[in-house]
């Protein structure tokens, strides 16, 4: 009889540590549902994938959104970190501006090279480990100027020189153009000074009192040429050409 009890007791708790292990498995398995569901949960997006930024580092700031959604339907926000960027990106700052809401501060090194340069940042959401790639793109230090004119008044014109950046000494473009009418055609030279610091230039040209317009009548036309360009040795100008061949109103 002994024996007999012995034996059920030892096949009853053979059961038991059965029935044990089949609920860890099952509690296993839950856990790895909950932790699905959870991932889904987690929101992480941002209004634009490009940064770009002028040869002096100035960036646009982009602005993330990155929160969990709670089952009641509550939500908490989630801090995003900045897991990789390139070498000349000397910061990233992620700094909460709202309720979810994220904006992301770039400063970015002076770019003193003739060429553009392209990189990532890579933004993580903390707990996710959700990723974000932000494209940054920083133009060169190549300066453009460009030569512009205009009819302020009958037979008198302003010639405008504009850089893309401001100069760093003072910049001098002499402009050679022709203007003409029916009677006759007259070769001058526009010379337009950029200060220091500054992005534009004037030169005003009145015609009125010369010759051609005294014996001829009121100018028509112009044409600009290509012009030469001194001072500021630090950037690389190209001179942009226009061509007017019909009559200024």
Same mark, same amino acid.
């Given at each position: 009889?002994?024996?007999?009890?012995?034996?059920?007791?030892?096949?009853?708790?053979?059961?038991c540590e059965n029935s044990f292990l089949s609920m860890e498995e099952e509690n296993s398995l839950s856990?790895?549902?909950?932790?699905?569901?959870?991932?889904?949960?987690?929101?992480?997006?941002?209004? !634009? #994938?490009? @940064? $770009?930024?002028?040869?002096?580092?100035?960036? %646009?700031?982009?602005?993330?959104r990155s929160y969990f959604l709670e089952e009641d339907g509550t939500s908490r926000d989630v801090l995003p970190v900045v897991t990789s960027k390139p070498?000349?990106?000397?910061?990233?700052?992620?700094?909460?501006?709202?309720?979810?809401?994220?904006?992301?501060?770039v400063t970015v090194d002076m770019n003193t090279s003739l060429s553009g340069r392209m990189g990532a940042i890579v933004l993580t959401q903390s707990e996710s480990n959700k990723t974000?790639?932000?494209?940054?793109?920083?133009?060169?230090? !190549? #300066?453009? @100027? $460009?030569?512009?004119?205009?009819?302020?008044? %009958?037979?008198?014109?302003?010639?405008t020189a504009t850089t893309t950046y401001p100069v760093k000494e003072e910049v001098r473009c002499y402009v050679p153009y022709k203007v003409y009418n029916n009677g006759g055609e007259s070769n001058h030279e526009a010379v337009i000074v950029i200060a220091k610091g500054q992005t534009i230039g004037t030169f005003v040209m009145d015609f009125n009192a010369s010759p051609l317009v005294a014996y001829h009548g009121n100018i028509s036309g112009y044409v600009l040429y290509e012009g030469r360009l001194y001072g500021d040795g630090f950037y690389t100008y190209n001179f942009v050409r226009y061509w007017s061949l019909f009559p200024i109103t």
């Open positions: 009889m002994k024996k007999i009890l012995f034996i059920l007791s030892v096949i009853l708790l053979c059961s856990s790895v549902e909950l932790q699905n569901l959870s991932l889904d949960n987690y929101y992480y997006s941002v209004d !634009t #994938n490009n @940064v $770009t930024a002028d040869y002096l580092g100035t960036a %646009t700031v982009p602005t993330v070498t000349w990106v000397s910061n990233v700052e992620v700094r909460k501006v709202y309720y979810q809401y994220y904006i992301i501060l974000l790639s932000l494209q940054v793109t920083q133009e060169s230090a !190549t #300066n453009m @100027v $460009t030569i512009g004119v205009a009819n302020i008044y %009958t037979n008198r014109y302003e010639f």
